[in-house]
């Protein structure tokens, strides 16, 4: 787990924290151009957002960008859905569920996994504990000298 998740969730277990980890600063990643219009708009949303809980960094591009995109993947199949139905009748004749229904439910379980990376399910917000102000990697201790030689 990362440091700055441990730190945030507490370091229950008491374990030694990487003191030479890589710390990015805490700003909004460029907005990728390959991203389709709902998602560029989602991204704008989320960025405001995860800058005020303090959870974005620079590094947070990559993943933020496939949260939004799949999550404007998600509300166009949605939409296709409620146009057209869960059902539909197959040239032979059969009833079949429409596969926009497994797009949706893929999509859904992927912006929930990406979503909780950042925090932003109930449960996940839940195991934050978030300083306002600037985190800085705790000090190393003689004891982290140790247990890194031993790892």
Known sequence: MPTATRML???KGKRPVNPGEPQPERVAPPCPPHLDDMAKKEWKRLCKLL?????LTEADGMVLA???QTWSTLIAAQRKLSETG???????GYV???PLISIVNN????VTKLAREFGLTPASRGRLNVDVGTWEAPKPSPWDAIYVKQN
């Open 9 to 11: 969730r507490g370091n």
């Open 66 to 68: 496939c949260l939004c």
């Open 107 to 110: 999509c859904t379980d992927t």
């Open 51 to 55: 800058l005020k809980m303090s959870v």
């Open 86 to 92: 869960m059902l539909f009748k197959t040239p032979s």
């Open 96 to 98: 079949q569920q429409s």
